[in-house]
C-alpha cells in the first residue's frame, strides 16, 4: 500500500525541532511534523502553585491550544466562546503529564516550568508533535534555569531523560506511522504513544475509532510506536547538541 | 502479596449492577465496584444533534460527574465554579466513545441517547465502573426505544455487542486488577482498560504515574485486563437477563 | 376527594431517613418523601470563610442540586451550562438559611459545616425533603465534630433545636399537605413552610400560581403544614435516637 | 416605641410614583420608598420566547439589578464578576411571579413585556419598590401597546386587577412597616407581601432572621402588611389616573 | 445647516450637572446632555490593588455601563449574558485613562477611587457626557477623603487639572459639535475628544464611519471640540464652585 | 537623540510581510515591524451574520490574540480565564473598523472575510502590525474568493482602496515613529494612525500616558504617521505584486 505523500507505513513525515524560536521565551521551539507545525514555548518561574509551597519540589504543566484557522476551517477561539473544550483539556494534561515523567521535582527545585504548545498549522498529529517539541523547549528552559539565571544547582540533574511521542493507526488494515489528518479520519484504530528515550512508556492511547482492536493489532501499533519514539530521540538529541544563541 | 481487602491481585472487588434504580429513566443502573457507587442513566430523545440531521443515524453520548462529597474531602461543584475540569471532560468524552464502539447509529435510526453517570461515592475506578454501568443502562433504553416506545424496528440491532471496563496498575511492582483509592494512589502505572465482550479492545489508556513502563509490564497489564473484562460482561448478562419491572 | 395516591389531605407521603448512606461524610442521609430522593451529605472543616475568621463563630451553608435525570425530563447540567439557575440559588439559599435558624454559632466555634443536597429522584417536595433530611445529616456532623473529632467542646450545644419542611398546596379547591408533582403542577397557590420542632416559623412562602389566595386559605395552608412538620420531627427525632455505626 | 425617621410602626415611608421617566421605555416609572429609589422600565415586543409560540399567549417578566454603589459600600458588578448572585436570580423571579398573578395571558395576545427594576439607592425594601412601581410601569406599557401601538384588540383587559408589595418585620418585639435598611437589618423576622388590590395575597415570604417566630407574631405581620398593600393600592390608582405625556 | 433640535453647529446641547444625587457615594453627579443622562458615584476606598501595594500611590478607575432600556430597543443585561462586551470595555477604559490624566498618584497616597458611570438614558455622546460628569464626582470624593475623612494631607493637590469631553463629526459634510443619536448614526466621521482645562488633549479618537477624512476635516473637528471642552470646563467649574450638602 | 536600535525618529522599523504563510486560510500573511511577528489568517465564508441576512451585503471582520508567551513575561490564556480582557476587545473591534473602511458591501455580496491576526512575538506596535499585514492577508481572500471560487462576479471591486497603520509617540520630548516596546512604555504620548494608501485618516487614538498634549505636538505627530503609513503602503503593494503560490 501507498501512501498519500509516498511514504512508507514505518515512515515519520520530515520532522524539524527550530530552537530559539521566540527571544522572550527561556526556551522556545517550532516543530513540524510534515505540515503540522507547533510552537512550543517554555517558561519559568521562580516558586511554585500554592498546594506545592514548602515541599521543595518544582512544577511542570502544559497548556495546548489551536489558533482559528490552523485547521481547514475556521474554528471558533475558546476564549470567546468562555469555555476550554474537551479535546483542548485532554490534550494539555496529556502532555503536562508526559513532560513531567522524566523530571526529578527535588532537584528541579521550587520553579515552574510552563510549556505552552500553540498549533499553528495542523495536519494530524498535533499533540504528538507538541509533546516532541515541548521536550526540547523544556531541556532548553532547565538549561537556562540552571545555568544562565543560577536558580539550579549546577550538580542537579532535574531531568532524568528524554520523552518524545508519536501517533499510530490502522488504516484500511495497514497499521501506519505518524498518521497525516486524511490517514487519521480514514483509521479504524488510533493510537497515541509516548516514549522515554530508553524505549518505556509514559503513556498509551488507544481507541477504536470505528472497529474494537484485537491483541495482536496492539502489539503491531505498540511495535511501530516504539520504533518511531526511538528515531524521533535521535532527532530531540541532534536538535539539543546543535548551539543556541539567544 | 496480600491486598488492602484481602483480595488477590487477580480479583475484582464485589459488584453489583442494580437496574430500575431510577422511576423516570428509560435506562437506570446503580452500579457498584466495592464502594465505589454511580448512577447511571440513559435518557432517550426522539431526534438528533443538529450537525447530525437528516444522515438516519443515531447518537450517543455521556456525561460524568461526581456529588461533591463522592470523595473523602469535599470539592467543590462545577456548576458553581462555572465550568468543567479537565478530569470531567477527558472521562465523559472516554464513556461516550466507549459506548459508541458497540453501536450501529444506522440501527438507531435518529434517535439520541445521552447517559449520565454520576459517581454518589468514589473508591477508584469510577470511570470503569461508569462505563460498566451505562452500557446496562443503554441496553435497557436501547430495549425501551424498540419495544416499548417503537422507536425502532424490531428487527434492527442497535447493539453490535457489549462493552464493559476496568482499571489495573502495578503497585509495588506487582500488577494488580480493579484498584480501590489506596491502590491507586501508590501505582506507579494506572491503565484503564474498556473490552468488547468478545475480548477486543475499545480504548487502552495506560499513564506512567512514577515511573515509566516496560513492554513486559503493559503486556501482563492488558492480560490482567482483559479476564477482569470478561468476568465483568458475564456479570453484565446475568443482570441484563433478569427481568426489569418498570 | 380522593388523592392519586389514595392518601387523605392530611397526609404524608410515606418518609424514609436512612443515616450514614456514604462513607466519606461526616453526616449523610438519603431522605424519601414517596419517590423524592435525596442524598443529603454534611462536610465538616475546620475553620471559617474569610470573613468570619477571628469572631470565633461558626458558618453553615448549603449548596442543592438535581441530577440531569431526577426529573421526567432530562435537563441540561448546570456545570455545563457554565452557570446555577435562579431555581437552584434560591433553594440552596432556602436550606442554608433553615438550618442555620437552629444552629448556636458561638456554640459551632469557628468550625464550618456544608450541606449537600443532591436530587436523586425528583417528585415534588424537593427543597422540603432536602431540609428535613439535611437536618439530620447536619446532626450527625455536629455530634462528629463534638463527640469524634473533638472540635467541639462536650459541653457546648451547636443545635438550639429542630427543623423540619414540608410543602402544602391548595389543588381544585381542597388544601392538600406534602404534593407530590401532579399534585404541584394543578395547585392553585403553593406554599413551603419551615417549623422548629417546637411549633414555630422559621420560613414561610406561598405563591399564588393560578389564582391569589385570601386570608382564610392561607390559615387553613398553615395548619396544615404546622401539623406536617410536627410530625416529621417525630420522625427524624426516631431516625436520630438509633445507633448509627460509622 | 419611636422609629429613627419618627414613624409611627404603622406608617409607610413617603411613597413617590413619577410616570414617564425615561423617554425610550414604553412604561418607566421611578418609584421612591423614602430614600429607596427604583427605575422601572417596561419594555414591549411583539412576539413570545420560543416555548410559548403558537399558544396565542402572551409572557411577563421582570429583572432587577442594583448600581454598584445603590448602597452604602460599593458591590462588584454582576457584569464583571461573570454570573447573577442568588439575591439578585431571588428578587427578579419574585417581581416576574408578582406582576403575572394579574396578567391575563390570553388577553395579553403574543406579546412579551419585560420590566427592568434598576435600584438607584437603596435604603431597604427594595424588591417590594420595585413590584409597587413596576406593576404602574406595567400597566402604562399594556395600555402604549393596546392604545398606540394597537397591538391588543380594545376590547380585551389584559390585566386582571392590580398588585403592590410592602415589607414587614418584628424589630425589637414590635411589628413595624415598610423597613428602612436599619431597621432590616435588626429585625428577628422579616417578611415580604405581595398584595392585590382587593386585598388577596400574591406571595407571602417570611424568615425568621434571628428568632423563630410564632402563629400570633406571623397574624399581625400579615394584618400590617395587607393594610400597607392597601395604602399602595391607593397610591397607585392616584397616580395612573393623572396624564402622561409622553 | 439647521439640526434637528435647532442649535447651530457649534453649539452644546443644554448641560446640567446635578451634584450630591445619590446619598451614599463619596461623590455624585446625574451629568445630562440634553436627554442623555449619566449617573456617575464615585467611591474611595483606603487602600490600592495589590500590584500598587507599598508604592506610596494611589489608584483610580473606571466602570461604565448601560441600563438595558436606556436605549430606544431594550439590550440584553452584561450580568445575564455573563461577559461584558467589546464596546463596555473600551469606553470604561477611556474614562479610567481620561481621569487619571488629571490625578497625581503621589498626592492622592495609597486610596483608590472608583469612578461608575451608569447611562439612565441615552440619545447620543454617553461616554463623554460620563467623562464631563465623573470629573465632578471625582472632585467631590477627593475633597470628601481629604477634608471629611482626612485620608489626604490637606496641603496636597492629588488633582493637577479638570478634564472633560465631548464628541464631534462630520454630518452631510458640516462638522457638528456634541452629536445626538440620530446625529451620529448618519456621521461619516465620529470623534471623541477629552480635553484638560486648560485646552491640551488627553484623548483623541477618531473613527472614518463611512468616508475615510482628510487632514483639514480633522483639523477643523480638533478646533470644534477644543471650544466646546473649554464651555464644559467652564459649566464644569460653576457646578463646583456651588456649596454641596452632603 | 539616537532610537535604541540606531534608527532615525523618522525610520519604520524592518518590515516583512510573508504571504501564503499557512495552507490552510485564504490569505495568509506572516507580518513583522522589527522583532513584533503576527500572523494574519483571512477565512473566507459564503453567508454573512444573521443581522445582515437578505442585505445583499457581505462583512469582514477580525479577532486579535496574543500567544500567552508572545510578551517578556507569561500572561494568562484568555480562554483559561474564561473571558476576553478590554484591551484584546479594543483591538479587535479596531482592526475590524480599520479593514472594513477599504469594504465595498455590495460589490463582497454575501459573503463573510474573519481575519485572525494572532501576535507570535510581541515588541511595540502589535496592533499596527496586525491592521497592516491583515490588509494583505484581505486582499488575497478576496482575490480568492472572486477568482478561485467564483464567489464574487469578476466586475466588481469589493476593495476600495488599501489601508495601514503605524504607531508614534513623543519619547523625552522626541516625536518617533514606529515604537518598539521599550520606547512605548517611555512614551508621554501614544498614538496609533490608521491610513488609507491615499493618504486619508481611518483612525486615529491619540492618549496621552503621561502629560496631556499640545495641539502642535499632535500635528507632528500626524505628520510622521502619515509619512509612515504611506512607506507602508508601498511595502503592502510590492508584497502584493509578486506572485503568490498557494
Known amino acids: 500500500m501507498s501512501r498519500i505523500d509516498g511514504r512508507t507505513p514505518q515512515q515519520l513525515r520530515p520532522v524539524t525541532i527550530e530552537r530559539g524560536w521566540s527571544k522572550h521565551?527561556?526556551?522556545?521551539?517550532?516543530?513540524?511534523?510534515?505540515?503540522?507545525?507547533?510552537?512550543?514555548?517554555a517558561s519559568v518561574t521562580e516558586g511554585v502553585p500554592r498546594w506545592r509551597k514548602g515541599s521543595g519540589e518544582g512544577w511542570v504543566t502544559a497548556e495546548y491550544a489551536?489558533?482559528?484557522r490552523a485547521t481547514n476551517?475556521?474554528?471558533?477561539?475558546?476564549?470567546?466562546?468562555?469555555?476550554?473544550g474537551g479535546r483542548t483539556h485532554e490534550i494539555s494534561r496529556l502532555i503536562g503529564r508526559s513532560l513531567r515523567a522524566v523530571i526529578d521535582y527535588?532537584?528541579?527545585?521550587e520553579n515552574t516550568i510552563v510549556l505552552d504548545c500553540d498549533v499553528l498549522q495542523a495536519d494530524g498529529?498535533?499533540?504528538?508533535?507538541?509533546?516532541t517539541g515541548a521536550y526540547v523547549a523544556l531541556a532548553d528552559a532547565v538549561h537556562w534555569?540552571?545555568?544562565?539565571?543560577?536558580?539550579?544547582?549546577?550538580?542537579?540533574?532535574?531531568?532524568?531523560g528524554t520523552v518524545s511521542a508519536v501517533s499510530v493507526g490502522i488504516v484500511g488494515?495497514?497499521?501506519?506511522?505518524?498518521?497525516?489528518?486524511?490517514?487519521?479520519?480514514?483509521?479504524?484504530?488510533?493510537?497515541?504513544?509516548?516514549c522515554t528515550g530508553?524505549?518505556?512508556?509514559?503513556?498509551?492511547?488507544?481507541?477504536?475509532?470505528?472497529?474494537?482492536?484485537?491483541?495482536?493489532?496492539?502489539n503491531s501499533l505498540l511495535d511501530l510506536a516504539a520504533a518511531g519514539c526511538t528515531e524521533l530521540a535521535e532527532l530531540q538529541r541532534k536538535a539539543l547538541d546543535a548551539p543556541l544563541d539567544r
Chains 1, 2, 3, 4, 5, 6 share one sequence.
Open 125 to 131: 498529529g498535533t499533540r504528538t508533535a507538541a509533546i
Open 198 to 218: 530508553d524505549g518505556r512508556f509514559v503513556e498509551v492511547q488507544g481507541t477504536a475509532e470505528a472497529e474494537p482492536f484485537a491483541r495482536d493489532e496492539l
Open 73 to 84: 476551517t475556521r474554528g471558533d477561539r475558546e476564549s470567546v466562546k468562555g469555555r476550554i
Open 106 to 109: 527535588k532537584a528541579l527545585g
Open 66 to 68: 489551536m489558533l482559528p
Open 25 to 41: 521565551a527561556e526556551g522556545s521551539v517550532l516543530v513540524s511534523f510534515g505540515d503540522t507545525k507547533v510552537l512550543c514555548n
Open 173 to 194: 488494515g495497514t497499521p501506519l506511522l505518524d498518521l497525516r489528518y486524511e490517514e487519521d479520519v480514514r483509521a479504524d484504530t488510533d493510537m497515541n504513544v509516548v
Open 145 to 160: 534555569a540552571q545555568h544562565t539565571k543560577k536558580l539550579i544547582k549546577p550538580s542537579r540533574k532535574p531531568l532524568t
